[in-house]
């Protein structure tokens, strides 16, 4: 079914750990396989309040298969930890919705880890109010790029 759904330009697998009650400390090496197989990202739902949704299995597989690339939604859950756990992985993105205040998107980028990607969890978070975030930052304007469209259209293979 996935290669169907490839064919009609579809760009990713999302998993909601907690909706769809998956323990990412389970066995699912054929799911991640065949998404990196295909070049294909993979979001998680994460939050950093819930064990079955936290970023630390996340970073896990992403160090196992080094050719997937695994995006952690939420801001790692506003696990600031997990930020230092990526760092040093190049297939792990985190993405900015629910961007943490305490946090600062420039402080990571400082930081070095810049592989992060605009989002807003829409319906729950308004797009606008995602924007203001990334714009109003102190960021310079190439930082900025990369955040809303560069490290996306790299990650998608739309470069």
Known sequence: HLDTLLRENFKGVKLHPRSQQIDLYEDHDWVYEMISERGIPLLFHCNGMEEIS?????????????????????????????????????????DTSLYSRTLKIKDLVKSGFDRLIYASDAPFDSPRASLVKVYESDLNPEDKEKILYGNAAKLLGLD
């Open 54 to 94: 936290s970023p630390r299995p996340m970073v896990e597989l992403a160090k196992r298969y080094s050719n997937l690339n695994i995006v952690i939604a939420h801001f790692c859950g506003l696990d600031n930890k997990a930020f230092e756990y990526a760092k040093p992985l190049d297939n792990v993105y985190v």
